[in-house]
């Protein structure tokens, strides 16, 4: 497995550090390598041990720099699809905490969301919760949320572009809405989008969902009923995400990556990218 590192260009200090993590791992020697990624810097270390992880994610973390261990073999023509989480992942934001805002209840929603993505709340439950707390406000926000808040993660745009050149198909799955997947799709031209619906009345939000919840099973799902649809493996997906409920679809793909992510999620995913952007997965894949 090949060890790849990488950080942002305004991070002076990671070449310098570069060494030293090399010591860490005993590997044998340190090689540039050409960044994909805008704004980045990336190096390879060879004959690195990968039983010097815990002492590896500290130095890196201390550092400002992103690791991953990578079958040097693998490129990204062996995938066929990207799922992607949204908030928090394909955006900046959690949209059902910005919309709360517009009630002046964005902390009691946010402290749920925060327990929720950490695991400690079943995901139905704190979706009941938190979409609860809506009931009564103007279905207007939810359009001032998009227009005033909504902005795509760093490096976004450059890896939807790299990988839909590439060929591959593009999933978004999310806990959210219908509302901002549906401008997603269009705007970013995604192939498939599955989300959760509001229930709308009289112009305003009656704090419930329509249909079944988007949880972590569902995610699942969705993303092996997409492949199947594709005539693809689960294998041949990479899925991104942050939150514990993105857990059950990364346990199925060829490559799972953690995009500023609680540590829960941090702990299991094979990529954790905490500093560069989301076209850091390009510097990892030939």
Same mark, same amino acid.
């Given at each position: 497995m090949n060890l790849i590192l990488q950080a942002l260009t305004s991070n002076a200090a990671a070449a310098a550090a570069i060494e030293s993590i090399a010591g860490v791992t005993g590997a044998a020697g340190v090689q540039a390598i050409a960044a994909r990624a805008s704004g980045t810097q990336a190096w390879r270390l060879d004959g690195a041990a990968q039983a010097a992880n815990a002492e590896l994610d500290r130095a890196c973390l201390a550092a400002g720099i992103d690791y991953a261990w990578i079958d040097p073999a693998l490129r990204l023509s062996d995938f066929r699809l990207v799922a992607m989480d949204m908030d928090s992942t394909l955006i900046t934001i959690e949209c059902i905490d910005e919309i709360a805002d517009m009630q002046g209840l964005k902390p009691q929603v946010a402290e749920i969301t925060e327990a929720a993505m950490r695991g400690e709340i079943e995901f139905n439950e704190s979706l009941t919760r938190r979409v609860a707390l809506l009931k009564g406000l103007d279905a207007a926000a939810l359009q001032r949320v998009y227009d005033e *808040? =909504?902005?795509? %993660?760093?490096?976004?745009?450059? +890896?939807?572009?790299?990988?839909?050149?590439?060929? =591959?198909?593009?999933?978004?799955? %999310?806990?959210?809405?219908?509302?901002?997947?549906? *401008? +997603?799709k269009t705007r970013l031209n995604l192939d498939v989008t599955h989300s959760n619906t509001l229930e709308i009345a009289d112009g305003k939000l009656t704090g419930r969902v329509v249909g079944g919840i988007v949880n972590a099973d569902e995610k699942r799902a969705t993303v092996e009923r997409v492949c199947r649809e594709i005539g693809a493996e689960t294998h041949q997906a990479i899925v991104m995400g942050d939150g514990a409920n993105d857990l059950r679809m990364m346990e199925v793909a060829g490559l799972s990556v953690a995009f500023r992510a609680k540590p829960v999620v941090r702990a299991q995913a094979d990529v954790g990218l905490n500093f560069v952007g989301l076209d850091g997965i390009l510097n990892l894949l030939g």
């Open positions: *808040r =909504l902005q795509l %993660s760093p490096g976004a745009e450059q +890896m939807l572009q790299a990988i839909q050149a590439a060929g =591959l198909k593009t999933l978004l799955v %999310s806990g959210g809405f219908t509302f901002f997947t549906d *401008r +997603m």
